[in-house]
């Protein structure tokens, strides 16, 4: 099969993401770079659990005043609901059914969006009512780093799939792209699981002190 | 002459270059921005050694000396060491798995200018206001306390090589996963790849710590974060083991493909199958895993406890276990072999001693009790120059010597050759060896001078002169490379009349599109069997058809481009209104031009079968 095969509803293999060799190099290769992304992720974990609450005076909050449940567990709730829709997504590229596919990668986005719309204001809400800020504190250039750094993967992931949306929505799926979205998707999924760490280790942790 | 060989003027060379994705054209300037560097890290390591030639000596200064220092081993370690092994890595493996090239070819591209450009970047420092100053482990209490913008040319350069570097690594593991020839298995694959394709795991999974690592002395130094600076909260061993984490790894990421290199070398002109070849491989894999749980032997004397430094001591001596398997491996390769000693074969009998003692220094080190009174002395120096010059470098002298005709299609003079490694080797054991007593003596590592009566004049000064023999080596060998050049006397597939390989059934240099049909691998040492039946070239394995090449490139070069331009952004904003704009601007660049790669169709293009079958001499020979 090749990549600029003009393809059917009846020549769409099983696994249109693996069925060029380029497509397959693509796979294996975005699975090596999450690996590494993991390697990253795990460091600045052990960073943020080595400087938690790690603060200059005694008058700088800690991370059991800081952080609310409601707000988080809506982000979480956001976030996990937007991988299910990603994998609705690629259900439906597998099935070469490309309207189908922009409209659960449309709700992703939005679902995105909403999620890191709330982080701003999180951020926000820190800094303006309790004065931790990246400057303030050890704890602080942790905390931000930690959860900033999956922040800029969700604005990138965003950025990402909106580009490819745009791009093909006028020629529908290829053998060509469709290995491009399903390893935007899987990019997507990454994002998620560091997310249900950082909720678990962060908030979760963080909030019984 | 192939129907796409055609004769370019310069500028078109140039264009080429720089738009490349041929795995053999990047190996190319791979080698040469890596040769590059080794030189001016060489000179870096003159200096260093003429001002510690006699005591009390004023050649630089107290300040200059510690950029030199510094530069000497980040270049060596970064910009050095490991392009040159890239070099041969590129050049080399796709050939010996059979491969049309690498798995991302693009990527290939965007590895290499990333390295450049970070490489560049890092040494602009000695012309705008000065060179890192703390050291090639730029720990972090040091680090932050420096004046000027040494530190951050570090911290930003690192982290744009190292991004390729990590690009690098993803590319080899895909391409020996996925591009093998026919019967090409896991167990039938060369040395050399197996060590790459070890090697490139390691990369993958200790270069994010680094990443992480620098990430926080940039923020640190300016953004304004507190990651390491205690009196906000901080930790500064947060970086020395983040860093070590990376570095530890490091280490065998360089020593590997070495050892690699020398299995191939040593089989060859042994004229013997590797012995004991599943053991080498499993040592190679074992070392890999052992490698990442090592760090904290560099840290022994920052106070983590005795039960910590038990458990590091111990799984540190435990690598001495694998790495004595490779040993004995290849002394019984040699044992009862038709020993033939062309130069590379030399630096590979010279290895094996050298290394062993670089081997036994290390154990000595893993002691942690031992390691109070060596650390940070001269016999640390000692130490690691013998694993890193008697292992690595002593690999791509060896390594340069042996593919050259490959990469090149013609043979370096054997005569100079030979030359070169003499001086090198008498050098290097002169420069060296007397360290470990120096340390020994209590002379401490990383000092500017020395005091006269303490019975360091004598180990000093020779050590000088030792240096001066490997100044004089590396001449003679750039000597004989320029002259082979000029002299170009092309030779066939197989120069060394003894090639094992797969990379030695294929013309050298080889087409640009490597095999015109991939090969039938029936066993290890894949051409040698063939060989052995009286087969002058592979079976191939499909018949002729089209090959689907990918296209050139001028994005990757783009990319690197715009981190370099935003790197200098992000220094100068502390200092200057103009920063700002320029960082956003080099990011830009970088995100509209993995836009730009991200929305245009690249199909490549095929060549196609008709163009082929008069192109009988070329690709032909499988």
Redesign the interface.
């Known amino acids: 099969m090749h990549a600029e095969e003009k393809m059917t509803n009846e020549t769409w293999p099983a696994s249109p993401e693996k069925a060029t060799l380029e497509a397959k190099n693509k796979f294996l290769g975005f699975w090596f770079f999450l690996g590494g992304e993991t390697v990253l992720f795990a460091s600045l974990f052990a960073t943020y659990l080595a400087l938690k609450d790690k603060v200059p005076t005694g008058d700088h909050y800690l991370a059991k005043d800081l952080f609310e449940m409601p707000l988080v567990f809506l982000m979480t709730m956001l976030l996990l609901t937007s991988s299910l829709t990603s994998v609705y997504a690629m259900y439906h590229m597998k099935n070469f059914a490309f309207k189908k596919m922009q409209l659960w990668l449309g709700i992703t986005v939005l679902l995105g969006l909403t999620f890191l719309g709330l982080e701003i204001y999180e951020f926000n809400h820190y800094v303006h009512e309790y004065n931790h800020t990246f400057t303030s504190s050890a704890f602080g250039s942790a905390f931000y780093t930690l959860v900033g750094f999956h922040g800029a993967h969700v604005a990138f992931g965003l950025l990402w799939i909106i580009s490819l949306m745009i791009r093909n929505a006028k020629r529908g799926l290829s053998l060509y792209n469709a290995p491009k979205f399903y390893v935007a998707s899987l990019y997507w999924h990454f994002i998620d699981v560091v997310w249900v760490f950082i909720f678990t280790v962060v908030y979760l942790m963080g909030m019984v002190g | 002459m192939s129907t796409y060989a055609q004769k370019k003027g310069v500028g078109a060379v140039i264009w080429d270059y720089l738009t490349t994705v041929d795995h053999k054209k990047i190996a190319i300037l791979y080698l040469i921005a890596g040769g590059f560097f080794f030189i001016l890290g060489g000179l870096e390591a003159m200096v260093i050694r003429i001002q510690l030639a006699i005591p009390d000596n004023n050649f630089v200064s107290a300040g200059f000396y510690n950029e030199v220092l510094t530069m000497h081993g980040t270049t060596m370690i970064f910009l050095a060491a490991m392009p040159l092994l890239f070099a041969f890595m590129n050049a080399i493996v796709p050939l010996q798995i059979g491969a049309r090239d690498v ?2 070819p693009f ?1 290939n591209s965007l590895g290499f200018w990333l390295f450049f450009f970070g490489g560049v970047f890092l040494n602009l420092s000695w012309f705008l206001g000065g060179a890192p100053d703390a050291g090639w482990t730029s720990y972090a209490s040091l680090s932050l306390a420096s004046e000027g913008h040494g530190i951050d040319f570090y911290a930003l350069g690192l982290q744009i090589s190292g991004a390729g570097t ?1 690009i690098a690594g ?2 080899f ?2 391409t020996i ?3 093998r020839a026919p019967g090409m298995t896991y167990m039938r694959m060369p040395l050399f790849t197996w060590t790459t394709f070890v090697a490139s795991a390691l990369i ?6 680094l ?3 620098l ?2 002395m940039m ?2 130094r300016l ?5 390491f ?1 205690h ?5 500064t061993v ?1 970086w020395e ?2 860093f070590w ?1 990376f570095g530890h790894p490091e280490v065998y990421i360089l020593v590997l493909p070495a050892f690699g290199i020398f299995s191939d070398i040593i089989s060859t002109f042994s004229r013997k199958r590797l012995f004991g070849y599943s053991s080498m491989v499993f040592a190679t894999v074992l070392i890999g895993f052992l490698g990442f749980m090592v760090w904290a032997h560099h840290m022994f004397t920052t106070g983590l406890g005795p039960i910590a430094n038990a458990i590091f001591a111990v799984a540190t001596m435990a690598i001495a276990v694998p790495t004595g398997i490779k040993i004995f491996n290849w002394l019984f390769t040699m044992w009862g072999g038709s020993i033939k000693f062309t130069t590379p074969m030399m630096y590979a009998v010279a290895f094996v001693p050298s290394f062993v003692a670089g081997g036994v220094t290390g154990v000595m080190l893993a002691v942690a009790a031992a390691d109070y009174q060596y650390h940070d002395t001269y016999f640390v120096v000692a130490h690691f120059h013998y694993v890193i010059i008697g292992g690595v470098v002593l690999s791509l002298l060896a390594g340069t010597h042996y593919y050259w005709p490959k990469m090149f299609g013609t043979m370096l003079d054997e005569f100079l050759g030979k030359i070169t490694f003499w001086l090198f080797l008498i050098g290097f054991h002169l420069t060296f060896f007397i360290q470990h007593f120096l340390g020994l003596m209590g002379m401490p590592r990383r000092i500017f001078t020395f005091l006269p009566n303490q019975g360091l004049e004598i180990g000093n000064l020779v050590s000088t002169i030792g240096a001066f023999f490997m100044a004089v080596a590396v001449i003679v060998l750039l000597w004989n490379i320029v002259i082979t050049s000029v002299k170009n006397v092309k030779v066939g597939n197989d120069p060394w009349g003894d090639g094992r390989t797969l990379e030695w059934a294929i013309s050298s240099p080889p087409p640009f599109y490597n095999f015109k049909q991939l090969p039938l691998v029936r066993g290890l040492d894949a051409y040698w069997i063939e060989k052995m039946e009286g087969k002058k070239e592979m079976t191939p394995a499909e018949p002729l058809g089209d090959i689907h090449m990918p296209n050139s490139s001028f994005i990757p070069f783009m990319i690197s481009l715009g981190l370099f331009i935003a790197a200098f952004g992000a220094m100068y904003r502390v200092d200057y209104a103009w920063g700002l704009p320029v960082l956003v601007v080099g990011m830009a660049i970088t995100l509209l031009s993995m ?1 730009v790669r ?2 245009k ?1 690249d ?1 490549g293009f095929h060549i196609h079968k008709e163009d082929l079958i008069d192109d009988k001499d070329k690709g032909g020979k499988a």
Do not use: K, R
């Open positions: 798995a991302f990527l990590l993803i590319n593991l895909v996963i996925n591009m993958l999974f200790a270069f994010p710590a990443t992480v690592g990430f926080f923020f640190d953004f304004g974060s507190n990651f600076d009196t906000m909260g901080g930790n947060i083991h983040l984490i836009l991200s929305i169709d199909h």
